[in-house]
């Protein structure tokens, strides 16, 4: 069902805040914290309102919620995938169906650009054909919004629905791209429920949200992870006969292995410099080669610095964070050649896929090694440019840096650890 202020749903019972013994809650995001409640008195009395939900409307102690039962019909909705499966795609593709038959829980642990949302399609499909409802989920906009164009431009007779932030594209629910906050807004729901990057921020941190999956998946629902980083508890709790791991990348090419130097970019920075050697890699990068550059730094404070002294040189140079206005806006211009330079926190490490693209890290000391394989992951995606070229400035050697180059040249060769 669905929690909504469409005046047609049918009233659910309880308000959207209710007081338990001295202390509020609220039923669509269970919130309890003291301290996430406004309380008021108007004419009528006394109102007091979830701050924690609020930006999906208010849930407060007056208004019933509304909720909307889910709809459920059988459908065969058609796909076209714009490349041929490889085997150990296909075998994936085969679990996906075999979890969702059998409702228990599968990991699809594979490298970056492996493929993994057209992997899904197949098992998608066959959940609408019994009347399943669907979601895909995933805590990033960006990735949410890309696999929307996806599965959009794959499922062309689908209506599908797209819940994030500023936007919205609603149908029936059947068929929901969604990040994971606007879950809250749904409780036994969902049949199969599709979650990708599973360890990405905020997901991990907020054990919150991952109650806010289990609460809008049905009974007998059934969840698949995708991953190219998974973490040791999630491996644990899904267990190993229902992991399945890709090692190749769907046009199957290697990964790219990054290439280490040792140097001292702040220290360049405050003399408004940068080292020859980054910036010989990066010329080589533009002009000969004509590829656009991802610069992935550790803070945002680096973001106008390196601007400042690559400008003096290069003129398409943009920077970008999570809380830029103009986020959507630059990744668009990017994608239509206006930008060569992006200058970005880790926000663009993971779901973004550009043509002809090399990477550059700066301060490589301060990423893990699940970002700095996600961030190598950025390069080579695209059949017509499987190589790119990863490099990462550090100051010194670290486990992260030794463990990202590890575990590439063990999928390189066909292996994972779990
Ligand atoms: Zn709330």
């Not at 059998?102 to 492996?114: C, E």
């Amino acid at each position: 069902m669905k929690f909504t202020r469409n005046i047609d749903a049918k009233v659910y019972a309880e308000c959207g805040v209710v007081k338990d013994r001295y202390k509020y809650k609220c039923v669509r995001c269970g919130n309890s914290n003291h301290g996430l409640f406004y309380t008021y008195t108007d004419y009528y009395g006394e109102v007091t309102y979830c701050l924690r939900c609020v930006n999906l409307g208010r849930s407060d102690s007056r208004t019933p919620l509304r909720v909307v039962e889910p709809s459920r019909y059988r459908e065969l909705i058609a796909y076209k995938l714009s490349f041929q499966l490889n085997k150990e795609q296909q075998y994936a593709q085969e679990r996906i169906v075999d979890a969702i038959k059998h409702h228990h829980d599968l990991m699809i642990y594979a490298v970056t650009g492996a493929g993994k949302t057209e992997i899904t399609f197949r098992g998608i499909q066959f959940a609408r054909s019994l009347g399943m409802n669907v979601l895909f989920v995933s805590p990033r906009v960006d990735v949410i919004r890309e696999i929307y164009l996806r599965l959009t431009d794959a499922f062309k007779n689908a209506r599908i629905d797209l819940l994030y932030g500023d936007e919205k594209i609603e149908a029936d629910f059947v068929f929901t791209v969604s990040t994971v906050h606007q879950l809250y807004n749904f409780r036994n729901h969902y049949d199969v429920i599709i979650v990708d990057e599973v360890d990405a921020f905020p997901l991990t941190k907020d054990q919150l949200l991952k109650t806010q999956i289990d609460k809008a998946k049905t009974d007998s629902g059934v969840i698949i992870y995708l991953t190219a980083t998974p973490e040791a508890s999630l491996i644990r709790k899904v267990k190993k006969e229902n992991i399945v791991s890709i090692t190749r990348r769907y046009h199957k090419e290697p990964l790219v292995m990054p290439e280490v130097y040792y140097t001292n970019i702040k220290k360049t920075l405050r003399k408004k410099k940068l080292p020859e050697i980054f910036l010989s890699r990066l010329r080589e990068s533009l002009a000969p080669r004509n590829r656009k550059v991802f610069i992935f730094v550790p803070n945002i404070d680096l973001l106008v610095p390196m601007k400042e002294v690559l400008n003096k040189e290069f003129e398409k140079v943009e920077t970008i964070f999570s809380g830029d206005p103009l986020r959507k806006e630059k990744i668009d211009r990017m994608r239509n050649g206006e930008i060569d330079i992006m200058i970005t926190t880790t926000i663009l490490e993971r779901g973004v896929t550009f043509k002809r693209l090399d990477v550059f890290v700066v301060h490589g000391e301060y990423f893990d090694d699940t970002s700095l394989i996600q961030i190598a992951g950025r390069a080579g995606r695209k059949l017509e440019d499987t190589k790119g070229n990863v490099y990462i400035f550090t100051k010194y050697n670290t486990r992260g840096i030794m463990k990202a180059r590890e575990k590439t040249f063990q999928f390189n060769k066909g292996k994972v650890k779990l």
